[in-house]
């Protein structure tokens, strides 16, 4: 039986600008996994969570590490799709470690076609789901949140 490590289950890499990028799918099964195995036990005993989180593991024949039973459980504790993407990106930009294993997308080198990209025209978007991780609960950045982040754009300056 081979181990494959969380990381690489997840295809956790950086675009090229940066950002982690998990793989979607995969980490929807992970949470359909565990809901089938968990089935309607209570999702507020972290002891028993943790119980299912291992089993998780050996089902999935992953390496079992710390990076891994902490990104796995904070991925099954979440309600949504989207948040425990949030929170597995989060924790692998806070594990050092993990994070210098991460290999970097190669940007695309510029050509005169890709100049002409660059000039066409974008479809607008009228609506932006932002999900904000607050980790300092300092009075500044509440103010900046609530006074910069949170205004109301003036529609009249909008093109």
């Known amino acids: 039986m081979t181990s494959i490590s ?18 979607r799918q995969r980490l929807i099964d992970i949470r359909e996994k565990f809901n089938e195995i968990y089935e309607d036990r ?32 904070r991925c099954v504790s979440e309600s ?3 948040s425990a993407e949030f929170n597995v990106r989060d924790e692998v930009e806070n594990n ?24 066409q025209q974008y479809e607008q978007i009228d609506k932006i789901i932002c999900i904000i991780h607050q980790k300092s ?8 949140l609530k006074e910069f982040l949170f205004q109301q754009i003036d529609q009249s300056l909008v093109m």
């Open 6 to 23: 969380l990381r690489e289950y997840l295809s956790i890499k950086r675009d090229a600008d940066g950002l982690i990028v998990v793989d």
């Open 80 to 82: 949504s799709d989207e």
């Open 96 to 119: 050092g470690t993990i994070l210098n294993l991460i290999p970097t997308t190669d940007r695309i080198q510029s050509s005169p076609s890709s100049n002409s990209i660059i000039s």
């Open 42 to 73: 209570d999702r507020l005993d972290d002891d028993l969570r943790e119980e299912y989180v291992q089993k998780l593991i050996e089902q999935l024949e992953l390496v079992e590490d710390e990076f891994c039973r902490v990104c796995l459980n």
């Open 137 to 144: 609960i300092k009075v500044e950045v509440n103010n900046f």
